[in-house]
C-alpha cells in the first residue's frame, strides 16, 4: 500500500460511490417523473392555453409536460451525405490513423508498434429549426439540453487518398505529416420527416407561441424521442441498473488499487 496507491484509489472508488449513489438515484427520479407524468395531445395543449389567453393568463405561461406528435421542419433539409429528406439532423466527419508508440518494459527493452487511433474533424446540425406537429398545430422544439434519441442513418468509411482535396462543411483539411492517415468515416444521426416523436419538456407561452424546451426547474426530464414512451421509460430504468452496478465494481476496483498497489 502507497500513498499514490491510496489517492487512485479514493478516486476511483469516489467516482463509483457518485455513480451508484447520486447518478443512480437522479435516472430512478426521471423513471418515477415519466411514469407518473400523463401525455397531452396538442390540441388539448392548444385548447388549454386558449382558455388561459382569454382570461388573460397566456404569456409567460409554463408548465412540464408529456406529449406526443410528429416530426416537422421549415423547407426542404437533406441530409449532408446519403442526401435523405428528414426533419433533423447531426452530421460527423471522423478521422482513422495510426501513429508510432514506443512501448518500454520492466527490463528496459523497447518496441515500437502501430497503434491505431481515431479524431472527430468536423460536425454539423441541421440548420433548421425542428417542431412538433399534430393535424394544424405545430410547436417549436428548442434542443439545447435535450436528450435526443436519434435514429442511425449513414456509417460508411472512405479511404484515405493523397491525390484528394478533402474539405468538410466548406473547411479544407490537411493531413498530419507525422501520422498516416487511414481514412474518413461519415456518420449520420437522423429525425426523419414525419416521424413520431415523444417529448417531455417545460410548454412555454411566448409573443403568442408556443414552445418546449429545457425545463427551468432544475433535475426536470427534457426528452426529444423517435422511440416510443415505453422505449424511453425501460432505457431509463436500464440506466439505473448500470449506474448501481458500474458503481459498484469501481468501489471495488479503487479499494483493490488502494491495497495492492506497488
Known amino acids: 500500500m502507497t500513498l499514490t496507491g491510496l489517492l487512485v484509489g479514493a478516486l476511483i472508488a469516489a467516482l463509483g460511490a ?30 388549454n392555453l386558449e382558455d388561459l389567453r382569454k382570461e388573460g393568463l397566456g404569456e409567460g405561461y409554463r408548465d412540464m409536460v408529456e406529449t406526443n406528435g410528429k416530426a416537422d421542419t421549415d423547407g426542404e433539409v437533406r441530409t449532408p451525405y446519403s442526401n435523405q429528406i428528414c426533419a433533423y439532423y447531426e452530421a460527423t466527419v471522423t478521422r482513422e490513423y495510426e501513429h508510432k508508440e514506443v512501448i518500454r518494459d520492466k527490463d528496459g527493452n523497447t518496441e515500437t508498434r502501430r497503434v491505431r487511433a481515431s479524431e472527430q474533424v468536423s460536425s454539423q446540425q441541421s440548420p433548421s429549426p425542428l417542431y412538433l406537429k399534430d393535424g394544424d398545430i405545430r410547436i417549436a422544439l428548442d434542443l439545447d439540453g435535450a436528450d435526443l434519441h436519434l435514429k442511425d442513418g449513414t456509417d460508411r468509411f472512405e479511404p484515405y487518398d493523397n491525390n484528394k482535396t478533402y474539405s468538410f462543411f466548406g473547411v479544407r483539411f490537411s493531413a498530419p505529416s507525422e501520422v498516416r492517415t487511414l481514412g474518413f468515416r461519415y456518420r449520420e444521426r437522423v429525425i426523419p420527416l414525419g416521424h413520431p416523436l415523444y417529448v417531455v419538456g417545460e410548454l412555454r407561452s411566448s409573443a403568442g407561441e408556443l414552445h418546449i424546451g429545457r425545463p427551468s426547474e432544475k433535475g426536470k426530464p427534457f426528452i426529444i424521442s423517435v422511440k416510443s414512451e415505453e422505449e424511453v421509460t425501460a432505457g431509463e430504468q436500464g440506466k439505473v441498473k448500470m449506474f448501481l452496478y458500474l458503481g459498484i465494481g469501481l468501489i471495488i476496483v479503487g479499494i483493490a488499487v488502494a491495497i495492492f498497489w506497488k
Open 18 to 47: 457518485y455513480l451508484a449513489i447520486v447518478q443512480k438515484k437522479k435516472t430512478e427520479g426521471t423513471v418515477l417523473e415519466l411514469k407518473f407524468m400523463k401525455a397531452v395531445s396538442l390540441p388539448e395543449l392548444e385548447a
